[in-house]
């Protein structure tokens, strides 16, 4: 009961925190439009995807107690002191970020994967409430991909972990925000709006770019980085047109597309696909051109 019940105090803080933001997107909307039984319905997918992540916290936690202590322990450069734990922070952001950049691109790389995220880009009125639209099988598979990683690499003490998790979290709903905010030509320092709206785009010149989620220099290093032009502000939900209309349709699109797939022996993505973008980058390391595509991407500015 405890637990639902801080579940739904996470839920409670989060809708107040909409409620400011929804002052800041009427004021200078990205999309003009409202969807006011969305915001609804994302709130209830996110009950959900919020008390799944409190499980795998627990089980994470669990686990790792258990087990592997991290590589780098930050422990003895922290030593309890908040001014410390402030700089460290960053290093646990950047990694987290480089670890869910490729399991991000896998759920769009893999029709299996994607299957289980294709719910967060179904959403047509991307605002706050979009950061927490994801399935709850979000979750359990960022902790096998990205924080099981994460947790071999870093010995992080509470503090230092507590403040790099909160950022990644503000981060994240700041990115959803329906408002007009970008960076333009310095977008690949720091996410923002505009950068993640980009990756929620119907238009194909937008397909499959933007993955990171905090720190877009992963999106330039690797080559899929797409920085937006002033003004620049795309439709966004799946472009193949299909929407959900229900929590309950939310809550089962997984399970209803990967049933599709079986029945009509559809299968993921071919492996080939998905290691060959590793190839490009080694061999753009190799010759020189790390950043050719982010330089060539300004010189058309």
Request: proline content about 5%; aromatic content about 14%; glycine content about 8%.
């Amino acid at each position: 009961m405890h637990l639902f019940l801080k579940v739904a105090e996470q839920l409670g803080a989060f809708g107040f925190f909409c409620l400011v933001m929804r002052g800041l997107e009427w004021l200078n909307p990205a999309d003009r439009d409202f969807d006011g039984p969305g915001i609804v319905r994302n709130c209830a997918v996110g009950y959900f995807f919020l008390f799944a992540q409190e499980m795998t916290q627990l089980a994470l936690g669990f686990a790792l107690a258990h087990s592997w202590h991290g590589l780098i322990a930050l422990g003895r450069v922290e030593q309890g002191s908040l001014l410390r734990a402030i700089p460290l922070a960053f290093p646990v952001i950047l990694m987290r970020d480089f670890f869910y950049y490729w399991f991000h691109r896998l759920q769009h790389w893999s029709k299996w994967f994607w299957a289980q995220h294709a719910l967060h880009h179904s959403e047509e009125y991307v605002n706050a409430t979009t950061s927490i639209r994801h399935h709850w099988l979000e979750m359990p598979l960022t902790a096998i991909f990205v924080y099981w990683p994460l947790a071999l690499l870093f010995d992080a003490p509470a503090l230092t972990y507590g403040i790099a998790a909160s950022l990644i979290s503000w981060i994240g709903l700041a990115n959803h925000i329906n408002i007009r905010i970008g960076l333009g030509r310095f977008g690949w320092l720091i996410s923002c709006p505009q950068n993640h709206r980009i990756h929620h785009s119907k238009q194909p010149e937008h397909r499959d770019k933007n993955f990171a989620v905090n720190f877009p220099i992963w999106d330039v290093l690797f080559g899929t980085y797409y920085e937006a032009k002033d003004g620049e502000y795309p439709t966004t939900g799946l472009s193949s047109g299909e929407r959900v209309t229900s929590t309950r349709q939310a809550l089962l699109l997984p399970f209803m597309m990967w049933r599709k797939m079986i029945s009509g022996k559809k299968t993921a993505v071919r492996p080939d696909r998905i290691f060959r973008p590793i190839g490009s980058v080694a061999e753009t390391v190799a010759d020189g051109r790390l950043f050719h595509t982010f330089r060539s991407r300004q010189a058309h500015r």
